[in-house]
């Protein structure tokens, strides 16, 4: 091979490599925000009865999901948009998954459980 693929080569691994850092880094700012966004819809849908701000913030919630960020927390706050939907089911599913990955939000997942209707 010539001495200027050998070069191309090496620019097309830098330039990947990079490409590849800044979406590993870019990644869980989007997350970050998307729960941001997420919370502010579910208050506005909490405040104003409106079922299209839960909807939206069950779409954000999702998509930080997708990205990659999860814990607990998140779980605990996608199961109050679904029960914000009325979807007790799932809420109810949800916040059992979370019970079972995770004891110590043991007394809050209870209690958010007890909150549903039956």
């Known amino acids: 091979m010539k001495k200027w693929h ?44 409106d079922i299209l701000e839960y909807d939206k913030a069950l779409d954000l919630v999702d998509k930080a999901i997708a990205w990659g960020k999860y814990d607990s927390t998140i779980g605990i706050f996608r199961g109050q948009v679904l029960a914000g939907l009325s979807r007790y089911d799932e809420a109810r599913a ?25």
């Open 94 to 118: 949800q916040y059992e998954k979370i019970l079972a990955a995770d004891p110590s939000a043991k007394e809050a997942v209870e209690d958010l459980l007890n909150q549903l209707p039956q």
């Open 6 to 49: 050998f070069g191309l080569i090496g620019l097309v691994i830098i330039v990947g490599g990079l490409a590849a850092g800044g979406y590993f880094w870019w990644r869980p700012r989007v997350a970050s925000q998307s729960i941001v966004e997420a919370a502010d819809a579910f208050l506005a849908g909490r405040d104003n009865n």
